[in-house]
Every structure is written in structure tokens, then in C-alpha cells.
């Protein structure tokens, strides 16, 4: 059974530091990983999809890595705003399942 | 359209009464996942539809939860005879030919059962 870890589980920073979230999962044989924001009493908004054969995504200030061999993701915000106060959540797709299992997710604070 | 649209955005039941939630996933996706949010960031698998067929129920509760998606009809989830725990929110996504292409998330629809 694939387990998704998210450390840590809540991060304030002030505005304009850079934000650094992990995620990792035990079982390599992923099909994809995708990263999500959930504003409170929300749905969830796409930020990045990694395919197991790629290395990292970009978008924005928002970059994302993966190392398969490893287990591990990191999502990377540069230059944090307000505005990205959230909770971050990856979520792993399985090989050959569709499923995805998600992490804890990180709560995000960005005090101005 | 480009979004899921789930309705209704949130449903109170009296517990031992039925609760039907919808889902209309975008066009030309193939795919229909079922999550149940019930603590704050716990998702839980219930059910993947391709196309009106279910891919993978697995995750269902069988004994009262049912769902469905037939053909030009938005998806939908039923629960018989909600009980306290049945509290939660409950994501609709849908996704492409493949998982290749990733997900996309509804907004959700909040089951309060009392």
C-alpha cells in the first residue's frame, strides 16, 4: 500500500522568503505525482503534475522535483506572497491503478 | 466546459435519510474518481467510473453508498440511510484518456448528516 508523508505539516514564513514543501511515498513504481492547493472550505486547485519519467516541472514561481528512486517530491515557491497561504497536498498515481493516494498536506501562513 | 461541476455545494440529511450528490466531469474526459474528504486532509478512494462503466470500486461502502454515470447525465453518488459518519466532503474528478494527463478536481459538496 503506497503511504505519502508530507513533511512539515504546517510552515509560517514572512513574505518574500522562499517556501519549501517534501512529500515523499514509499513505493517507486508511480505512474505520476501531482501537486494541489486547497484554500479553506474549497476544492482543490492543480499546481504541477510530474510524470514518472520526468525530473522536474515548472510554473511560475512554483517548481517541482521528483526523485522515484528516492520516493520523494519537493515543491518549491520562490518569493512567497500572502496570496499563497494554502494547504499544499501531493497525491502519488499509482502504476497501472488510477488511484491516487494523498499526503497529510502542509499548511502554508505567509504573514506580510 | 474546462471545469467539474459538483452540486449541490452542500447538503444537510437527518441521519437514516438519503443524500444524492452530482457530478458533471468535463467533456471528453474518460475518466470519473469519487474522494470522500472526511478529517482535514485525509482523502479517501471511493469509486472510478471510464466512461459509464465502473473502473474500480473498491473503496465503496457497498451496503449503502451507489453510484453511477450514464451517458449525457452528470455523474452521481448516493448515499441510503446516512449515518454520522457519512459527514464529509466529497470530491468529484475527472481526468483524460489516461492518467498521463493528471486531474482535475470539483469544488466539492459538504454532507453534514444530524
Known amino acids: 500500500k503506497q503511504e505519502v508523508t508530507q513533511i512539515p505539516a504546517a510552515l509560517s514564513v514572512p513574505e518574500g522568503e522562499n517556501l519549501v514543501l517534501n512529500c515523499s511515498f514509499t513505493?517507486?513504481?508511480?505512474?505520476?505525482l501531482q501537486w494541489f492547493r486547497q484554500d479553506p472550505g474549497k476544492g482543490l486547485t492543480s499546481l504541477l503534475l510530474?510524470?514518472?519519467?520526468?525530473r522536474e516541472q515548472t510554473s511560475g514561481r512554483l517548481n517541482a522535483s521528483l526523485d522515484k528512486s528516492s520516493g520523494r517530491s519537493t515543491l518549491y515557491i520562490a518569493a512567497s506572497q500572502p496570496g499563497d497561504s494554502a494547504t499544499y497536498l501531493c497525491?502519488?498515481?499509482?502504476?497501472?491503478?488510477?488511484?491516487?493516494?494523498f499526503g497529510a498536506g502542509t499548511t502554508v501562513t505567509v504573514r506580510a | 466546459g474546462e471545469e467539474v461541476a459538483q452540486t449541490p455545494k452542500h447538503l444537510v440529511r437527518g441521519e437514516g435519510q438519503k443524500a444524492k450528490l452530482y457530478c458533471a466531469p468535463i467533456k471528453g474526459h474518460s475518466y470519473v474518481f469519487w474522494y470522500q474528504q472526511v478529517l482535514k486532509n485525509e482523502f479517501k478512494f471511493l469509486i472510478s467510473?471510464?466512461?459509464?462503466?465502473?473502473?474500480?470500486e473498491t473503496g465503496m461502502p457497498k451496503e449503502r453508498f451507489s453510484a453511477k454515470c450514464l451517458p449525457n447525465s452528470p455523474c452521481s453518488l448516493e448515499i441510503q440511510a446516512t449515518k454520522l459518519e457519512d459527514s464529509a466532503v466529497y470530491f468529484c474528478a475527472s481526468s483524460q484518456s489516461s492518467a498521463l494527463y493528471g486531474y482535475t478536481f470539483g469544488s466539492g459538496t459538504r454532507l453534514t448528516v444530524v
Open positions: 467510473f471510464q466512461n459509464e462503466n465502473v473502473f474500480d
Open positions: 510530474i510524470q514518472s519519467s520526468q
Open positions: 513505493d517507486s513504481a508511480i505512474y505520476n
Open positions: 497525491a502519488v498515481g499509482i502504476s497501472n491503478d488510477y488511484k491516487l493516494s
